[in-house]
Structures are given as structure tokens and as C-alpha cells.
């Protein structure tokens, strides 16, 4: 069942292939992006990151008509790909991540939202939670960080007394 152990493992063994067939199509056309590998010394395409069904994908496009294109290939390289598993992707979950700087870029993020949300493509967005992390447009951690201290404080608190507890902390020895 989806949320066991195995999972992840068990989606990677039929999502990968599929996953692969994209990143290889979109790396003909230059549309993700290449490092080299300081150990294998090997190029490799670094902006894809997945977990069992959940694809993250780091784009760089610099205007309205790019980002729009990006968007609409990329979701159908997916859905293609899937197609041929028997599966589809579930694009009320969909979330696009974007990052921009500069003049224009919040009316640009906006346009392409409602651009996306017409098109029922997903979200776009320039912060989400991606796998229990918050992934910001800008790259920073610190609402990640309040956010997990905020959960670790209510838990401790939710414990009560556990900690004076005799039982308890004699199992800690």
C-alpha cells in the first residue's frame, strides 16, 4: 500500500524508466541542466529529483512565453510517458516552483499561475512543501527551519510529563 516501506522502491522499479525516457528527450532539446560528476567525472542532469511518484524538476527560463512553454512540454513529455505505464499524473497535486528575480517577475509569476490554473496544469508557485520541506523561489531554509522547530516544540510539549516519568527515564540509561 502507498506509504508502506517498500513503497518508494516498489514505484521507482516502474516510475524510473518512464522518468528517464523524459529527462533523456528533454535533455535533447537543452532544456535541463548538466554537471559533472566529480567522482565519475561523468555529465549528468542534476535537476530532476524524485521519490517514489513525487518529481521535482529545477527549470531556468527567463520570461512569461518560456516558462509557459516549459510548463506545458514538460507536463506532456509526463504524461506521455505514464500513458505508457497504464498511469497518469494527478495534476490537481501538481506544483511548479518558480524562481524569479527581478522587475516583474511577481506579475510574471502571477500570469503564469492563472496561465497554469486555466490550462489545469497545477499550481505555480514561488514556495511549497516538497516531500515535508518548504522549497522557496529564492533557495532559503528559514521558513523550514521555524516551521520543523514550531512541530518539535508541540511534540515535546504533547509529551506532558513524560520525561519525569521513572519508568521512562530509566530506559534512557
Not at 542532469?45 to 531556468?60: L, N, R, S
Not at 528559514?142 to 518539535?152: E, F, I, M, Q, Y
Request: hydrophobic content about 40%; proline content about 2%; aromatic content about 8%.
Amino acid at each position: 500500500m502507498q506509504g508502506d516501506a517498500p513503497m518508494p522502491e516498489m514505484f521507482g522499479q516502474t516510475y524510473d524508466p518512464a522518468i528517464r525516457a523524459v529527462i533523456r528527450e528533454r535533455e535533447t532539446t537543452g532544456k535541463v541542466i548538466m554537471a559533472k560528476d566529480p567522482l565519475s567525472k561523468r555529465i549528468c542532469e542534476v535537476g530532476t529529483t524524485t521519490f517514489a511518484d513525487d518529481v521535482a524538476e529545477t527549470k531556468i527560463r527567463t520570461g512569461l512565453e518560456e516558462l509557459k512553454d516549459e510548463i506545458w512540454n514538460s507536463s506532456k513529455l509526463f504524461d506521455e510517458a505514464l500513458a505508457q505505464l497504464g498511469m497518469a499524473q494527478n495534476k490537481d497535486k501538481a506544483v511548479h516552483i518558480i524562481t524569479m528575480m527581478g522587475a516583474g517577475s511577481a506579475a510574471t509569476l502571477r500570469e503564469v499561475a492563472e496561465w497554469a490554473a486555466e490550462q489545469g496544469l497545477g499550481k505555480v508557485t514561488a514556495r511549497d512543501n516538497y516531500l515535508g520541506n518548504i522549497a522557496e523561489h529564492d533557495g532559503a531554509r528559514l521558513a523550514n527551519v521555524h516551521r520543523r522547530l514550531k512541530v518539535a516544540k508541540e511534540v515535546f510539549y504533547s509529551m506532558g510529563g513524560f520525561w519525569y516519568l521513572i519508568d521512562a527515564v530509566s530506559y534512557t540509561h
